[in-house]
């Protein structure tokens, strides 16, 4: 079975453009979450969809937008780039049963790495 | 989450066991662990969980405590390709759906 596949895996912004990225999950996975991490900030949680819906949201400004379609393929869009966003944007499919522990057995894609000039 | 509490780094020798602990004594009784690891570069992989009952697969045991407040990974025949920062996480049982990662443990496999 195919991984979790994230496109594209390096980019180079400049402050003040915005930024899509996309993430393909796993066949069967509904569940998509993103995690930005910064070698200061560690791993934190973005943002989770399921079923095309957003379920959860971490603490990132509005700039910070996703979405997800009929597929289950995700796209994640940074607006007004600013230098602290570079990071490595990492996407994770689960089979997102609400309630199970699947929903924490999360599969991570190699990652896009934004760098803002 | 459960706050978890991990040593920040530990190294083994190559072909040894890899036993990493984890301490969470805050943990609901319906809450699992999970244990994640992060090659440099990465993105995290997924290792196991459990509940109470002990757990292994191909890659790892896991030995939870028979109070739950504590647990250990084991990597059997730790390998150089074994180095990574390894993550105990025990997420909230509620509504949350996130993973919360903590500084994780250092392991460094020395040949």
């Known amino acids: 079975k195919a991984g979790v596949t994230q496109t594209p895996r390096y980019l180079i912004k400049t402050r003040g453009q915005q930024v899509t990225l996309s993430c393909s999950p796993i066949?069967?996975?509904?569940?998509v979450s993103w995690y930005q991490q910064t070698p200061g900030q560690g791993l934190q949680f973005l943002f989770e969809?399921?079923?095309?819906?957003?379920?959860n949201k971490g603490n990132f400004p509005g700039r910070f937008s996703g979405r997800q379609f009929s597929n289950s393929r995700s796209e994640m869009n940074v607006s007004t780039l600013e230098l602290g966003d570079s990071a490595l944007y990492l996407c994770?499919?689960?089979?997102?049963?609400?309630?199970?522990?699947?929903?924490?057995?999360?599969?991570f894609g190699p990652g896009t790495r934004l760098t803002v000039t | 989450d459960a706050k978890t509490t991990q040593p920040p780094s530990m190294d083994c020798a190559e072909g040894r066991a890899a036993n990493l602990p984890c301490n969470h004594s805050?943990?609901?009784?319906?809450?699992?662990v999970y244990w994640y690891r992060q090659i440099h570069s990465q993105g995290p992989q997924y290792i196991i969980h459990?509940?109470?009952n002990n757990e292994t697969n191909e890659m790892a045991s896991l030995i939870i405590t028979e109070d739950r407040k504590s647990s250990t990974l084991i990597l059997p025949h730790a390998t150089l390709r074994d180095t990574a920062v390894y993550y105990c996480?025990?997420?909230?049982?509620?509504?949350?759906?996130?993973?919360?990662f903590g500084s994780g443990t250092q392991l460094t496999v020395l040949p």
């Open positions: 994770a499919s689960s089979l997102g049963l609400a309630g199970g522990p699947t929903l924490y057995e999360q599969y």
């Open positions: 066949s069967g996975h509904r569940s």
């Open positions: 969809y399921f079923s095309e819906t957003q379920r």
């Open positions: 805050t943990i609901s009784g319906n809450e699992y």
């Open positions: 459990g509940l109470k």
């Open positions: 996480i025990v997420p909230y049982s509620g509504s949350a759906r996130q993973l919360t």
